[in-house]
C-alpha cells in the first residue's frame, strides 16, 4: 500500500495511490506494444529484439503479480504492519523492473535509425523507427518512475522491528 495511506495521510496517499496503479497500467501497455511490433529492431536479428521486449513484458507482469498478491494480503488481513512485507518479495518487485529498465535500455542504445519493426504498407520505415524508438523511451521513463515510487514507499514504511519494537 502507499506509505502515506497507511499513515491515514488520505490525500497524499490517494494521490500517490492512483499514481503508483497509472505507472504500472502504462507500463504494460507500452510493454505489451512493444511486444506486440514484433522486431524491436536494433543491430540484432528480429528474434532477439522480440525477446528483450518479451522479456521485460514477463518480469513487469511478474513484478505486478508480486505486488498484487502483497496488496491483496494486506486487504483480505488485519493489514500488514509497516515493513513487514518480507525481502524476498519486495526484492521480486523492485528487482524485475529493474531488470526490465536494463533490457529497455538495451534496446533503447542498440535501436539503429531505420531498424524498427518491420512497417506495414501503410508506415514507412522512418515512422516505424520513430514510433518504436518512442515507446521504447516511454517504457524506461514509466520503469524509472515506477523504481522510485517503490524505493520512497520501502523507505516509508521503515524497518518492522523499528515500527513495531519486536526483535528476531
Known sequence: ???????KFWGIGIVGAVVHVLFWIFSLVIDALLV???DSGAVWHAASGFTFALACLIFTILGLL???VIIITHW????IADGAIPPFLTTLVTG????TVALTLALVVNLVPGAGYAAGADMDADHAW???RWLLMLSLIAKVFLTEILANNIFWGGSYTTNNSIRY
Open 1 to 7: 500500500m502507499s506509505g502515506p495511506l497507511s499513515d
Open 36 to 38: 506486440s511490433r514484433g
Open 66 to 68: 508480486v505486488l498484487l
Open 76 to 79: 483480505a488481513t488485519q493489514g
Open 96 to 99: 524485475s523492473v529493474k531488470i
Open 130 to 132: 520513430h514510433e518504436q
